[in-house]
């Protein structure tokens, strides 16, 4: 299993990718993660991910007290619908600002349901239904309300004109799941206005049987 130090410091090399290829920006965006003991490292409330220190992570017990670091994110109650309401599995989640997905939420024809088209099979094994939810001022605590109520199944979704939260079993899913996510969005919103060829309900039934995917 991953020690806490070694967790401290692939939150902030991921962190660091996110921020060095542009999928987080200034001081959004934040990161969860749940320790061998079962408690929460979090990044902290106003830092950048370009310029994180690891031993500055806030350190939550696993009901999101403050025990140690800095003060967490004020958007830690998304993280928190995950780990103790939504998916008790959840090893870590991931809420990015990142530019394409934030973009595709605010267009009328999205399907709040399931944003994201069939266009490559990846979203699907990777994210499943992308749920898109209502706007929310930053900090209401109605956000982590809104994620808490959504079905178990979900590991993914969006506020609307805000950015996408994304939960995995391990840290390293989360965040590949999240630049799923984005990538998918972007390829969504340069085929708007075509006529592109997605994938049927049969190759998805597919992905869905062979991966076991949750939808």
């Known amino acids: 299993m991953t020690t806490h130090a070694t967790l401290r410091e692939r939150i902030c090399l991921f962190a660091r990718s996110l921020y060095d290829r542009g999928l987080t920006h200034g001081s959004t965006g934040n990161i969860s993660a749940r320790t061998e003991d079962g408690s929460l490292l979090v990044t902290p409330t106003g830092s950048s991910f370009g310029f994180l220190d690891p031993a500055a992570l806030a350190h939550l017990d696993s009901d999101g007290n403050h025990l140690s670091g800095s003060q967490p994110t004020k958007e830690v109650g998304l993280h928190m619908a995950f780990y103790t309401s939504l998916r008790p599995e959840t090893g870590a989640v991931v809420h990015l600002h990142s530019h394409h997905t934030v973009a595709l939420s605010t267009l009328p024809e999205v399907d709040p349901d399931n944003m994201l088209p069939p266009i490559t099979p990846y979203a699907t094994m990777q994210l499943?239904?992308?749920?898109?939810?209502?706007?929310?001022?930053?900090?209401?605590?109605?956000?982590?309300?809104?994620?808490?109520?959504?079905?178990?199944?979900?590991?993914?979704?969006?506020?609307?004109?805000?950015?996408?939260?994304?939960?995995?079993?391990?840290?390293?899913?989360?965040?590949?799941?999240?630049?799923?996510?984005?990538?998918?969005?972007?390829?969504?919103?340069?085929?708007r206005g075509q006529s592109p060829r997605h994938l049927t309900d049969a190759q998805i039934a597919d992905l869905v049987r062979v991966f076991n995917i949750d939808t």
């Open 128 to 191: 499943g239904h992308v749920r898109l939810l209502p706007y929310f001022r930053p900090g209401d605590p109605e956000m982590a309300n809104a994620v808490a109520a959504l079905d178990p199944k979900i590991t993914a979704a969006v506020l609307a004109n805000h950015g996408p939260v994304v939960a995995g079993t391990t840290l390293d899913r989360a965040v590949f799941a999240m630049e799923e996510l984005e990538e998918t969005a972007r390829l969504a919103l340069t085929l």
